[in-house]
């Protein structure tokens, strides 16, 4: 495998409420390049309807610890405020490019500056919103969450947003298709540079 190859990763984070479920499902279906989402690893156990292998990585805490033990993961978290597990194992990159894709993952701020640290090379895109007020008002009508809950949101948001330097492209989503038209544009150009 070359090296343009294993280069080829698209990592793309976002504060709770920028949108980055439903910009990434139009992603996957409109891209330019072919992503391959990657599928997380973690210890909570499956929801009715979630399945192994395509949801997530379903994993005994006892597994997952192992596995983390062994340098299996390219990045990876605990949940405090559920105790579980989350993390992106190393074996999903090779999946994406062993179908000829980029690996697409969707994780947070602290897992984004991991990979960043193992591929330097990776395109990361930083979604946010127009305003942090914006963030908020999303967040408020999705109406599942506690104000505790949506208070300490807001707190990381607040956090992450102060790293999106360290990513290589910022987009607002504004316009849902204005920011899904923007990220096409970037892959475009990232694929046409590993190319040339």
Not at 37 to 59: H, K
Request: charged fraction near 25%.
């Amino acid at each position: 495998m070359s090296q343009g190859q294993q280069e080829r990763i698209v990592v793309l984070s976002g504060p709770s409420g920028s949108g980055k479920s439903t910009l990434v499902r139009l992603l996957v279906d409109r891209a330019p390049v072919k992503l391959v989402m990657s599928i997380s690893a973690t210890t909570r156990p499956p929801r009715p309807n979630e399945v192994n292998g395509t949801d997530y990585w379903f994993l005994t805490d006892a597994e997952f610890r192992k596995r983390l033990a062994e340098g299996q993961f390219l990045e990876h978290a605990e949940v405090f405020s559920s105790g579980f597990l989350y993390g992106t194992l190393s074996s999903e990159m090779d999946r994406a490019w062993s179908q000829g894709g980029w690996a697409f993952l969707e994780i947070d701020v602290q897992g984004a500056m991991k990979v960043m640290q193992q591929y330097p090379n990776a395109v990361t895109i930083f979604l946010c919103t127009p305003s942090p007020g914006e963030f908020e008002r999303r967040l408020r009508a999705r109406g599942t969450e506690s104000e505790e809950v949506i208070q300490r949101r807001l707190a990381t948001a607040e956090k992450e947003l102060q790293l999106s330097d360290r990513y290589k492209y910022v987009v607002v989503n504004d316009q849902l298709e204005t920011a899904v038209s923007e990220i096409c544009e970037i892959l475009k150009a990232e694929e046409k540079a590993r190319n040339a």
